[in-house]
Every structure is written in structure tokens, then in C-alpha cells.
């Protein structure tokens, strides 16, 4: 028989969870009579020195937040970038100046991971997380345990902007990522920085619980205070009704259009926040005002020409490019996201303006009238849709796939005709939302490129 080349539970909880010695709550949340078929286990393996360096990195950075002015860098750029030449192979031999620092690409990561590991890394905490590669051909990013759980803090930040705040202590449920997917690893989990506070990770899948009706009252038990997931597990959610109180829902990974954020924000009564973030360095901005606000002063962000290694003026659009975080796993110097907007930096805050979470598109009307990708998400975002496929042909149709229980195909029709200018053929389908769904993330695509 061959080894199975799934995830293979190797640790006990005491080993999980070194710093917790009451797992009481965790047990109730895996055994509950209405818990779900959980796939996996999982721990943030946090011990007390650990712990203490995940407290000491939010004192620094996002207790009073201090980030760079226009035309200038951060303060530790320097101390960051001596340290990564000395410890990390990947960055030695390229110089030592910032100003003339190459990009490094996604690919540098796939191919060469080893050369990204710092020398000061403890490999007795390598964590490994494999992303789903839905953007691409998968990737596997590394992480020590530190790094892994200072995603809370970051999330405490955003939360902050909202005056809102986790409450700690074991007996109850902090947080909460919801899928609506086939397949995904599910699992109930405790947190060490939150003094116990629950953990899940569930799929509203059908299969995956004994019930129909076990999803919802499982929820409803333990009323998660933060909702985390995509638009299409979050419609899904809503297409259960759910008697629910979260704090606020927390969207990522695919574009969350104003449609359904205020669909969300009128049956669960509280913020829903569109949170941009990267497998690679975790959360880095979140939508607000004129552009998406940086909630992390321990990364620089630049703007580069897409084809050059060339960074653009203030102001000008181009590819968002990072640099810095606390991975020793991974630290990242002018790392190109593949992700594309402007910087603003506004009463000492940089946004990142009309953040396109993938390459720009350019499609076409018959009359060879321009398109950007841009104006059709600001069009299209009034729409209750989770997400969308959008593809132009050689002959210059639009194929539209949706993925709604709500927009009709005459709506979808008659705002692609409008943003066409009425010089398009159109074939459009909707995908119906439910709790397993397959579906891609928001996508452009063209034969005409």
C-alpha cells in the first residue's frame, strides 16, 4: 500500500498545545453531538518563549503603529536587510544596497524554498502550509510558530479600527473559518496567544456532517465571535440562516463585491471586513475609505513596473511589492506579490488604491474600445455575486460565469452590455451557491493578450 501524501498526524495535544493544561474545551468542540466529521488536528505549538515573542512583536509594531513617509523607507530596512544577506542564502551575492535590490518572484520560492530559510531558523519548528494553488500552481510556504500565530495579532489590529476586541479565556469560541467547498482539512483547535479561546475550522459540505442540520446548530452552540472565510462560504452560510452573533465576518482570498458585503452586513448585524493577505507573508491591508488601509508597519511596500526591476513614482500603479515580516522561514525582500495598485499615503498611513488582487486585463468592445478589468469589478460590484469568471474570445465575445443565488442573467447581461457600450455578444451563466462548491476565485482571462 502506498503512503498516503495527505497530512499525517504525528503530535499529541500535549505537544500542540505545551503552555494549555486544560483541554477540556477542546474535546467539547471535537465531540459535540453535533460536531462535524473533523478531518484533522491542529495546534499552534506556541511555548512560553514563543508566547512571549509573539507579545513582544505586537508591542512593537501595532500597539502604536509608525510607518514610512513618501519618498522615504522604514527605519529598520537597513538592520532587515544586513541581517537577511548574513543569514539567508537566497539574498547573499546581490549586493547590499536597497535602492538596487532585485525582485524576488513567486517562482524563486517554488523552485528554490531551502534558499529562503535563514540560518538563525530553528528547524525543529518548521511548520509547512500548502496552499490550494488556486491562483496558480501550488506552493508550499514555511513557517515557525511564531510567525504562524502572529496572523491573531494582526487580525486584533484590524478589529481595533472597528472597536472591536476578542475576548480571551477558554469556554469560548474565538474564531471561526467557514468553507463551503468539496473537500478541505476541518478541524477544532485552541489558541495559546487567546489563553484557550476556540479555534475552528469547519465546511458546510453536507457530507462532512452527520446531519443536514448539524452545521447550523453546531454553529449556533458555540456562536463563533469572528467569522472568518471567502464570499461564497459566506453566502453559503446565509443561505442557512443561521441565528448568529459574530463581532464581525472577515473576507479574503477572493474580491468581496459591495452587493454582498451589505447583504452580509444586514442579516449578521455587524462589520464585514475585506481583508487583502498573502499565503506567503499573511495579512497585510484591509478595504477602507480610498483604498485598502496597511495594518503592518513591520512591512515596506513599493510599487514596481510590471516587466522591469524598475520602482515606479508616488503614485503611479504598477505591481505591489513587499518587503520585510517576521518569517525566519521566509523573510521576504521586494517579493512581487503579482498583485497590482497604487500607494497613497494618507495622515501617515499608506492605502493601496485600487487594489487588483491579480494581473490587470485589458478586453475589448467590437470596436476595439479598451476595457480594464478595474471598471468592470467597480461595475459589477453592486452585484450580490460570491465571485465571477469573466473571459473574452478571438472574436471578441464575453463568456461571463457567476456564482450567486440571487442575480438573474438579465441583470448580469444588461450591466456587461453597459459596460461594453453596447458593442459586445455576451453568453452568460450563473452557478448557483450551495454548501460544497467547487468554484474558482474571481477571474479575467483573454485570448486576445
Not at 441565528?243 to 449578521?268: C, D, H, R, V, W
Request: glycine share 6%.
Amino acid at each position: 500500500m502506498g503512503v498516503s501524501s495527505g497530512p499525517q498526524i504525528a503530535l499529541t495535544d500535549e505537544e500542540r498545545f505545551p503552555l494549555l493544561d486544560d483541554l477540556s474545551f477542546l474535546n467539547a468542540l471535537r465531540q459535540d453531538v453535533f460536531a462535524p466529521k473533523f478531518n484533522f488536528k491542529s495546534g499552534d505549538r506556541l511555548n512560553a518563549v514563543q508566547l512571549s515573542k509573539v507579545h513582544s512583536h505586537k508591542i512593537k509594531y501595532y500597539n502604536e503603529k509608525v510607518f514610512w513617509n513618501e519618498g522615504q523607507s522604514p527605519d529598520w530596512i537597513a538592520d532587515y536587510l544586513k541581517w537577511c544577506i548574513e543569514t539567508v542564502p537566497f539574498y547573499q551575492n546581490k549586493g547590499d544596497d536597497f535602492n538596487s535590490f532585485p525582485t524576488v518572484s513567486r517562482e524563486d520560492i517554488r523552485n528554490f524554498p531551502y534558499l529562503f530559510v535563514s540560518n538563525e531558523a530553528n528547524l525543529n519548528e518548521l511548520l509547512v502550509y500548502h496552499t490550494s494553488g488556486s491562483t496558480g500552481p501550488k506552493l508550499d510556504v514555511l513557517f515557525d510558530a511564531v510567525s504562524q500565530a502572529s496572523w491573531l495579532p494582526q487580525i486584533e489590529s484590524v478589529l481595533k479600527d472597528f472597536n472591536i476586541a476578542i475576548t480571551e479565556g477558554k469556554n469560548t469560541t474565538a474564531i471561526a473559518l467557514i468553507c463551503a467547498q468539496e473537500k478541505t482539512l476541518t478541524y477544532a483547535s485552541l489558541s495559546t496567544y487567546l489563553e484557550g479561546a476556540g479555534i475552528l475550522k469547519i465546511n458546510l459540505n453536507p457530507s462532512e456532517w452527520n446531519r443536514p442540520d448539524h452545521a447550523v446548530k453546531y454553529l449556533e452552540k458555540y456562536n463563533p465571535q469572528i467569522l472568518t472565510g471567502d464570499p461564497i462560504a459566506f453566502m453559503a452560510l446565509l443561505d442557512l440562516a443561521p441565528q448568529l452573533k459574530p463581532k464581525a465576518l472577515i473576507s479574503s482570498a477572493m474580491k468581496l463585491t459591495t452587493g454582498t458585503k451589505n447583504k452580509l452586513e444586514n442579516y449578521f448585524k455587524c462589520p464585514v471586513i475585506d481583508l487583502y493577505s498573502l499565503t506567503e507573508c499573511r495579512n497585510i491591508a484591509y478595504a477602507a475609505g480610498i483604498g485598502h488601509k496597511v495594518i503592518r508597519p513591520d512591512l515596506y511596500l513599493e510599487i514596481f513596473d510590471k516587466h522591469k526591476d524598475v520602482k515606479l513614482p508616488y503614485g503611479e500603479r504598477g505591481e505591489l511589492v513587499v518587503t520585510g515580516g517576521n518569517n525566519p522561514f521566509l523573510p521576504l525582500i521586494r517579493y512581487r506579490t503579482g498583485d497590482f495598485c497604487s500607494l497613497k499615503i494618507e495622515n501617515g498611513v499608506p492605502f493601496l488604491v485600487d487594489l487588483e488582487a491579480r494581473n490587470p486585463v485589458v478586453f475589448y468592445t467590437k470596436s476595439n474600445v479598451k476595457i480594464n478589468n478595474i471598471d468592470i469589478s467597480n461595475c459589477l460590484s453592486e452585484l450580490p455575486l460570491a465571485g465571477f469568471k469573466i473571459h473574452q474570445r478571438k472574436d471578441k465575445s464575453i463568456s461571463f460565469l457567476g456564482y450567486s443565488n440571487e442575480v438573474t442573467l438579465q441583470e448580469i447581461t444588461e450591466v456587461l452590455k453597459t459596460i461594453f457600450k453596447n458593442d459586445i455578444d455576451v453568453l452568460v451563466d450563473i452557478q448557483k451557491i450551495s454548501q460544497n462548491n467547487i468554484g474558482e476565485k474571481t477571474l479575467y482571462s483573454s485570448e486576445l493578450i
